[in-house]
């Protein structure tokens, strides 16, 4: 009788385990299978073409994530509270975009990007949980000394921020006004190449190339077979992916 018993009860713990292994399986294929694409915009909000790509996105039924100045955030709090409202992803860029000033020390660079914190808070009404923050010119930008830069990251990973850069970028940034057909071609040369694409874009006033390329770039990972997202619903997976390519956290 015993013997039965313990046999029986061998027989529910193997078929508890393959269950378990074979869902565990499952998961980890359909996270192997699925491509995301976080569609970023740096250094805004804008009165007007903010407003405008978030017109494209809502048409398409599309999510991205806004990098967002401080001070850009409280000069324009329509426009911050039509992002909230839309829920697209809202993360800290800095709060006086004067790479001078903003990279000078760690202790300045970690008060410019509170205050930033606090006037996205203004502006939407939330308190925001930050986990992900954009630093201007990228972690391993030419303007901060290494010395502050490597202190700066060390401060962020200490208060538990992720510190996110991109690999595809759509070069909008390398003149004052960039041709759509050039934004268009950097896309196309640089999408697809990764399981998770992170791109690089710019929503400020001036930036109208931007806006007007953004179809075709939402048809490009549409073609591809991406999904879109808001880095408020990034996955552990994907973190580990993203620190695995340097691209969060580099």
Not at 79 to 107: D, Q, V
Not at 202 to 221: A, G, P
Request: neutral net charge; charged residues 25%; aromatic residues 10%.
């Amino acid at each position: 009788m015993k013997l039965k018993n313990l046999l029986k009860i061998s027989l529910i713990i193997f078929i508890i385990q393959f269950i378990f292994i074979n869902n565990l399986y499952i998961c980890n294929a359909d996270s192997v299978q699925k491509k995301i694409v976080y569609l970023t915009f740096d250094d805004g909000p804008s009165p007007n073409n903010t407003d405008a790509i978030l017109d494209i996105l809502s048409k398409n039924n599309v999510k991205a994530t806004f990098c967002v100045i401080g001070s850009n955030a409280l000069n324009n709090k329509g426009t911050m509270a039509r992002l909230n409202e839309l829920n697209m992803g809202i993360i800290p860029h800095c709060y006086k975009h004067n790479y001078k000033e903003l990279y000078s020390s760690t202790e300045y660079y970690i008060n410019d990007l509170e205050k930033c914190m606090k006037a996205i808070n203004t502006t939407t009404g939330k308190e925001h949980k930050y986990t992900i923050i954009r630093m201007p010119g990228g972690s391993y930008n030419s303007v901060s000394s290494k010395d502050v830069l490597s202190n700066i990251k060390a401060e962020l990973k200490r208060k538990n921020l992720y510190y996110l850069d991109w690999n595809v970028d759509s070069g909008d940034a390398s003149a004052n006004q960039v041709s759509t057909n050039i934004i268009q071609d950097n896309i196309f040369n640089e999408s697809g190449s990764y399981k998770i694409d992170v791109v690089l874009m710019h929503d400020l006033e001036n930036k109208i190339t931007t806006k007007d390329s953004l179809q075709t770039i939402i048809n490009r990972y549409k073609d591809l077979g991406y999904e879109f997202k808001t880095l408020n619903e990034i996955e552990p997976w994907e973190i580990d992916y993203l620190i695995s390519k340097n691209i969060l956290n580099r």
